[in-house]
């Protein structure tokens, strides 16, 4: 037999890219990242714009919080079907198709109000738009754990991703240069620019609607063992005495909402306690920096076209680059080596912002900055998606994973909410510097999971 050359050994992990679930992630991951930066990126340069404080700004970050409880309603996008719906397109796409048409609709309602006239009817709009986004989320985790095997979740993690910041390039420059091809003028605000530029981008959610109707409901076989074990549920919830639609309400309630998170700590016992911890702090500095990052660039005199150009295209296709890079050393060197890498870089790069700080404008500076940050958050995206892939029972894969991802925004998101204060208080210098602290102690986190998962596989991780 020929040995493999370490060159050919790489190009075969590529070809998981190849795979037409792992294509088709491309274009789901662009549904899910497009209402996201709307109402959590863009959203702050527009209001800015509009003269609103950063203060305010800050505060407006707590609408990332709907993605921070998404799991209080994931056991009923994991359970509950839609009248209609479910039986033509299955129990994840019916689900994905009706909050993709939310998504739509809440985008067309931020589009026709203008923040400085109507600031509370813009948070009403925005925080439809996360309700509605999150609940996608929950039905899109789930369907990529259980399209396919482990060993492409780290690919599909990576597409996912990269639809995702493509997204990212529409929602943040694209509505920048949409904007700015019908400004009259950069010096003085107008709400025309911002209605136009965001009805496109509720027209856009076509992508996923459309996506949703092509793509096949995914067959996610349920381990003998969860079987077993609620059938035995349902047995004692019918010898303590209940009969008839009390003992299906009962039991469906226990399947759906209880069953994911005792099955969770019966996998993982005293081990849950460490990863629930590195999954609420793991994206912790990259969530509170990059409130402010708009604020920052709107402050240091960076044009729309500069930011557009800079830190939405060039740097979203540097996150990109990072995903796919992020994929790939997921399945060559393993999952915790490359979380732990991205966990260093995530905070590291974050310092680069306080020598930008200092420099004022400077596009070039700009360029190398979002180069370094962007590179690393798509390798520690990549990583982080697939282990929480990993964690999951495909038997309650929305549940158990909603509140994954719900633990990773939870506790940043509110720290994120005093940014702005900070900033006012401190300046972005400090600012910057404490981002890039909270990040250190996730790598010690990281280090005791590796070990945690080398002594206890933590059982029926698929289900």
């Given at each position: 037999?020929?040995?493999?050359?370490?060159?050919?050994?790489?190009?075969?992990?590529?070809?998981?890219?190849?795979?037409?679930?792992?294509?088709?992630?491309?274009?789901?991951?662009?549904?899910?990242?497009?209402?996201?930066?709307?109402?959590?990126?863009?959203?702050?340069?527009?209001?800015?714009?509009?003269?609103?404080?950063?203060?305010?700004?800050?505060?407006?970050?707590?609408?990332?919080?709907?993605?921070?409880?998404?799991w209080v309603w994931s056991p009923l996008v994991d359970r509950l079907p839609l009248p209609g719906l479910t039986r033509l397109l299955g129990r994840r796409r019916s689900w994905l198709l009706l909050s993709q048409l939310?998504?739509?609709?809440?985008?067309?309602?931020?589009?026709?109000?203008?923040?400085?006239?109507?600031?509370?009817?813009?948070?009403?709009?925005?925080?439809?738009?996360?309700?509605?986004?999150?609940?996608?989320?929950?039905?899109?985790?789930?369907?990529?754990?259980?399209?396919?095997?482990?060993?492409?979740?780290?690919?599909?993690?990576?597409?996912?991703?990269?639809?995702?910041?493509?997204?990212?390039?529409?929602?943040?420059?694209?509505?920048?240069?949409?904007?700015?091809?019908?400004?009259?003028?950069?010096?003085?605000?107008?709400?025309?620019?911002?209605?136009?530029?965001?009805?496109?981008?509720?027209?856009?959610?076509?992508?996923?609607?459309?996506?949703?109707?092509?793509?096949?409901?995914?067959?996610?076989?349920?381990?003998?063992?969860?079987?077993?074990?609620?059938?035995?549920?349902?047995?004692?919830?019918?010898?303590?005495?209940?009969?008839?639609?009390?003992?299906?309400?009962?039991?469906?309630?226990?399947?759906?909402?209880?069953?994911?998170?005792?099955?969770?700590?019966?996998?993982?016992?005293?081990?849950?306690?460490?990863?629930?911890?590195?999954?609420?702090?793991?994206?912790?500095?990259?969530?509170?920096?990059?409130?402010?990052?708009?604020?920052?660039?709107?402050?240091?005199?960076?044009?729309?076209?500069?930011?557009?150009?800079?830190?939405?295209?060039?740097?979203?296709?540097?996150?990109?680059?990072?995903?796919?890079?992020?994929?790939?050393?997921?399945?060559?060197?393993?999952?915790?080596?490359?979380?732990?890498?991205?966990?260093?870089?995530?905070?590291?790069?974050?310092?680069?912002?306080?020598?930008?700080?200092?420099?004022?404008?400077?596009?070039?500076?700009?360029?190398?900055?979002?180069?370094?940050?962007?590179?690393?958050?798509?390798?520690?995206?990549?990583?982080?998606?697939?282990?929480?892939?990993?964690?999951?029972?495909?038997?309650?894969?929305?549940?158990?994973?909603?509140?994954?991802?719900?633990?990773?925004?939870?506790?940043?998101?509110?720290?994120?909410?005093?940014?702005?204060?900070?900033?006012?208080?401190?300046?972005?210098?400090?600012?910057?510097?404490?981002?890039?602290?909270?990040?250190?102690?996730?790598?010690?986190?990281?280090?005791?999971?590796g070990r945690a998962r080398g002594r206890d596989s933590g059982g029926e991780a698929r289900g």
């Amino acid at each position: 037999m020929i040995p493999t050359s370490p060159a050919a050994g790489w190009l075969d992990s590529l070809k998981v890219y190849a795979h037409p679930r792992v294509i088709g992630m491309l274009f789901l991951g662009f549904s899910a990242g497009l209402p996201l930066i709307l109402v959590l990126g863009t959203l702050s340069y527009w209001l800015r714009e509009a003269g609103i404080d950063r203060s305010t700004i800050g505060y407006f970050s707590w609408i990332g919080l709907a993605y921070g409880f998404k799991w209080v309603w994931s056991p009923l996008v994991d359970r509950l079907p839609l009248p209609g719906l479910t039986r033509l397109l299955g129990r994840r796409r019916s689900w994905l198709l009706l909050s993709q048409l939310a998504i739509a609709g809440a985008l067309f309602g931020m589009a026709n109000t203008d923040p400085a006239q109507a600031l509370e009817r813009m948070v009403w709009c925005a925080l439809a738009v996360a309700f509605a986004s999150a609940t996608q989320d929950i039905a899109l985790d789930a369907y990529r754990i259980e399209a396919v095997e482990q060993r492409l979740q780290g690919a599909m993690a990576a597409t996912y991703q990269g639809g995702y910041r493509i997204a990212m390039i529409a929602a943040s420059a694209g509505v920048l240069w949409l904007a700015a091809s019908v400004d009259a003028t950069d010096t003085a605000y107008e709400h025309a620019p911002w209605r136009f530029a965001y009805l496109i981008m509720a027209a856009s959610m076509g992508v996923g609607i459309l996506t949703t109707l092509l793509i096949r409901e995914p067959d996610a076989p349920v381990s003998a063992d969860t079987v077993q074990r609620e059938a035995r549920t349902r047995e004692w919830l019918a010898h303590e005495g209940l009969h008839g639609p009390l003992l299906a309400t009962a039991a469906w309630v226990h399947g759906a909402v209880v069953s994911p998170f005792v099955d969770f700590i019966r996998r993982y016992r005293w081990h849950a306690v460490l990863l629930l911890a590195l999954i609420g702090t793991y994206r912790i500095s990259d969530v509170v920096m990059g409130i402010m990052a708009n604020a920052f660039y709107v402050d240091m005199g960076y044009t729309k076209d500069e930011v557009a150009n800079v830190a939405k295209v060039y740097g979203v296709g540097m996150t990109i680059v990072g995903a796919v890079i992020g994929g790939v050393l997921t399945a060559r060197i393993g999952v915790m080596k490359t979380l732990f890498l991205g966990a260093a870089l995530s905070s590291a790069t974050n310092l680069l912002f306080v020598w930008l700080a200092g420099r004022g404008h400077d596009v070039n500076g700009l360029i190398f900055a979002i180069s370094a940050d962007n590179l690393s958050a798509g390798i520690a995206s990549s990583a982080f998606v697939a282990y929480l892939s990993g964690l999951t029972n495909v038997a309650y894969s929305a549940t158990q994973y909603a509140l994954f991802s719900s633990l990773m925004l939870l506790l940043p998101k509110f720290i994120a909410g005093f940014s702005g204060v900070y900033v006012d208080a401190h300046g972005y210098e400090a600012f910057f510097t404490a981002t890039a602290l909270l990040g250190v102690p996730v790598l010690g986190l990281v280090v005791l999971a590796g070990r945690a998962r080398g002594r206890d596989s933590g059982g029926e991780a698929r289900g």
